[in-house]
T-cell receptor, first 112, second 112 residues
Framework: DVKVTQSSRYLVKRTGEKVFLECVQD?????MFWYRQDPGLGLRLIYF???????EKGDIPEGYSVSREKKERFSLILESASTNQTSMYLC???????????FGDGTRLSIL | ELKVEQNPLFLSMQEGKNYTIYCNYS?????LYWYRQDPGKSLESLFV?????AVKQEGRLMASLDTKARLSTLHITAAVHDLSATYFC????????????FGTGTSLTVIP
């Protein structure tokens, strides 16, 4: 089975801090994704990556950056955390071509 | 902009009853996915539909895809309490690799 592991289930940070969310997958998937999930808004794509060192903006990239130095690891960075970034963050990975995305357990991030 | 709409957003149904969740999308695609999310948990892949007329069944759930109508349905037969969850559909555009566009989800509660 595919395993997508997010480094933290719950995280509390302060406004203005730089925040790192880590995601690791163990199935050699090319594609990796970061979403945020908010009540009533569903899942919104922040960034995704098709390969090492490649990144593409999703629908809501403002205030975020990403890093993919190794194929199995995809990091989401909040450069200067703000309260409106309090949310559930979900990482996913997939193979290309009609394959489902596999999700991690999520990180519930609170910015105070 | 691609829109993926689910209805209903909230569904409360009695055990033993049948019901259908609808997923409409606004542009051409022949790849559609259904996911389940339990409260506080991540998304679990249920069905992958890759062609017009595709039908998949697992237990009391059956999913179908009509690409001409840009419509997928998730039919619940003789609901049981264990099916209570939020269900998401997602569309995969052919020219964007494996980038998914998610519906806002249908929150299903099955009442004993």
């Amino acid at each position: 089975d595919v395993k997508v592991t997010q480094s933290s289930r719950y995280l509390v940070k302060r406004t203005g801090e730089k925040v790192f969310l880590e995601c690791v997958q163990d199935m050699d998937h090319e594609n990796m994704f970061w979403y945020r999930q908010d009540p009533g808004l569903g899942l919104r794509l922040i960034y995704f990556s098709y390969d090492v060192k490649m990144k593409e903006k999703g629908d809501i990239p403002e205030g975020y950056s990403v890093s993919r130095e190794k194929k199995e690891r995809f990091s989401l960075i909040l450069e200067s955390a703000s309260t409106n970034q309090t949310s559930m963050y979900l990482c996913a990975s997939s193979l290309t071509g009609g394959r489902p995305q596999h999700f991690g357990d999520g990180t519930r991030l609170s910015i105070l | 902009e691609l829109k993926v709409e689910q209805n209903p957003l909230f569904l409360s149904m009695q055990e033993g009853k049948n019901y259908t969740i609808y997923c409409n999308y606004s542009t051409t695609s022949d790849r559609l996915y259904w996911y389940r999310q339990d409260p506080g948990k991540s998304l679990e892949s249920l069905f992958v539909l890759l062609s017009n007329g595709a039908v998949k069944q697992e237990g009391r759930l059956m999913a179908s895809l009509d690409t001409k109508a840009r419509l997928s349905t998730l039919h619940i037969t003789a609901a049981v309490h264990d099916l209570s969850a939020t269900y998401f559909c997602a569309v995969d555009l052919l020219n964007t690799g494996n980038q998914f566009y998610f519906g806002t989800g249908t929150s299903l509660t099955v009442i004993p």
